[in-house]
């Protein structure tokens, strides 16, 4: 039985941390608001009752709703061989998950500083100054972060001799952030070859080259988290 892959239909968002998984381990899955609309996705979530979801991405599989991204690459991880065995490995793998959270709601933050539920062109100052902040301090704090994890590993990947979910998570920060500040990231991903490497290993995974030649790879576009506007860029 597939698992349902609840997220809103036309940007990658948060979901596409959960899609890379899927894909990559070729694992079943149907992208159920891509198959109704937006509308079928809110009136799902209203359905779920107390113990839902508070926003999606989320997980259906047997009558099991799991939420939030490393939840559901924890779950996934332990379900289908996508992180270590051994405990201690595996909370680790949970912690770099919950950092990668945590630069994405930094990333969002970016152009919606002030308001997240108001206009970018509401709060275009601030978001200059929060862009300013981040590329010269946030960005590079979380990268050296993420290039002294893979350091640590004396395999290929982020942890042990095969890639894991956090593998798949971190190739699309990369992704992100080159679509985001594309002069930023151009300065300074020499300074990383370990994070660059990782992106470019997960990007040659058989699953992973076919989904990115597919059209269930959405384009990154203004709407979703990684937003380009070229007067937020700065090398």
Request: proline fraction near 6%; aromatic fraction near 12%.
């Amino acid at each position: 039985m597939p698992y349902n892959l609840w997220y809103w239909p036309s940007i990658q968002g948060r979901g596409e941390f959960v899609r890379l998984a899927l894909e990559a381990a070729g694992i079943d899955y149907r992208d159920r608001a891509r198959e109704t609309d937006e509308q079928g996705l809110i009136e799902n979530l209203e359905s779920q009752g107390g113990h839902g979801p508070f926003a999606p991405p989320y997980l259906e599989i047997d009558g099991l709703v799991i939420a939030q991204v490393a939840n559901i690459l924890m779950y996934l991880g332990e379900r289908h061989q996508l992180a270590p065995s051994n405990m201690a490995e595996r909370l680790w793998l949970n912690q770099l998950q919950l950092t990668i959270a945590d630069l994405v709601a930094e990333v969002h933050n970016v152009h919606h500083p002030v308001d997240p539920g108001a206009y970018y062109d509401d709060q275009k100052p601030e978001a200059a100054r929060a862009a300013a902040q981040f590329r010269d301090s946030r960005l590079p704090k979380f990268l050296r972060h993420f290039e002294d994890a893979v350091e640590a590993n004396t395999g290929d990947w982020l942890i042990d001799h095969r890639w894991t979910y956090a593998d798949t998570s971190l190739f699309q920060i990369v992704e992100g952030l080159r679509y985001m500040f594309p002069k930023r990231m151009a300065a300074v991903e020499g300074d990383y070859p370990g994070v660059v490497r990782i992106h470019d290993q997960v990007a040659d995974l058989p699953g992973i080259r076919a989904y990115l030649k597919s059209d269930r790879r959405l384009a990154f576009n203004t709407d979703g988290i990684f937003r380009y506007y070229p007067e937020l860029d700065a090398a």
